[in-house]
T-cell receptor, first 113, second 114 residues
Framework: DTGVSQNPRHKITKRGQNVTFRCDPI?????LYWYRQTLGQGPEFLTYFQNEAQLEKSRLLSDRFSAERPKGSFSTLEIQRTEQGDSAMYLC???????????FGPGTRLTVL | AQSVTQPDIHITVSEGASLELRCNYSYGATPYLFWYVQSPGQGLQLLLKYFSGDTLVQGIKGFEAEFKRSQSSFNLRKPSVHWSDAAEYFCAVGPSGGYNKLIFGAGTRLAVHP
């Protein structure tokens, strides 16, 4: 069990560019979550997958955001036409079935210039 | 509305002193409750959780928390703080059973004086 991993750890981009983040959950965890954390705040829920199905999306997830989990293993979060307000830490978490504990990755810190 | 309140934004304690971090929640049903710790630039590490049963739960690093239903509280405690405990602490709630979208408080930043 190597834990949840996220890549890249840091991303600096210019406004208007597209970015993609990757999350590899703990193996055999079929639930995967994305959260966003801005400075001085707690994480806020973005979206949730059970296996490859995206079951819930927050209103925070605008049309510029898309998340996938094509084979029920790793997940990607893409932000199109980035804005300065997208600057944040993007956290991924996974959990096994029938258990409420979420295990978090180290996060991807996005800076939009 | 579902929410978590951590009244103390910043707390400073001396090394060896006791610690209590407050957490109050508003939730429609009995929730699952969690405390996570986050070191600078890092993800969140689970300290402890409450699902059901004994309302006093033990966690890692010598932390414990007590669930008080009547007060809608889940305060975190440690009898003797170590300098390495300096970090940000987040309380979170989620629906009991299965899928749980966590709702986090804004966090309490703990500083430890030598």
């Amino acid at each position: 069990d190597t834990g949840v991993s996220q890549n890249p750890r840091h991303k600096i981009t210019k406004r208007g560019q597209n970015v993609t983040f990757r999350c590899d959950p703990i193996s055999e965890h079929n639930r995967l979550y994305w959260y966003r954390q801005t400075l001085g705040q707690g994480p806020e829920f973005l979206t949730y997958f059970q296996n490859e199905a995206q079951l819930e999306k927050s209103r925070l997830l605008s049309d510029r955001f898309s998340a996938e989990r094509p084979k029920g293993s790793f997940s990607t979060l893409e932000i199109q036409r980035t804005e300065q307000g997208d600057s944040a830490m993007y956290l991924c978490a996974s959990s096994p079935d029938q258990q409420g504990t979420q295990y978090f990755g180290p996060g991807t810190r996005l800076t939009v210039l | 509305a579902q929410s978590v309140t951590q009244p103390d934004i910043h707390i400073t304690v001396s090394e060896g002193a006791s610690l209590e971090l407050r957490c109050n929640y508003s939730y429609g049903a009995t929730p699952y409750l969690f405390w996570y710790v986050q070191s600078p630039g890092q993800g969140l590490q689970l300290l402890l959780k409450y699902f059901s049963g004994d309302t006093l739960v033990q966690g890692i690093k010598g932390f414990e928390a007590e669930f008080k239903r009547s007060q809608s509280s889940f305060n975190l405690r440690k009898p003797s703080v170590h300098w390495s405990d300096a970090a940000e602490y987040f309380c979170a709630v989620g629906p009991s059973g299965g899928y749980n979208k966590l709702i986090f408080g804004a966090g309490t930043r703990l500083a430890v004086h030598p």
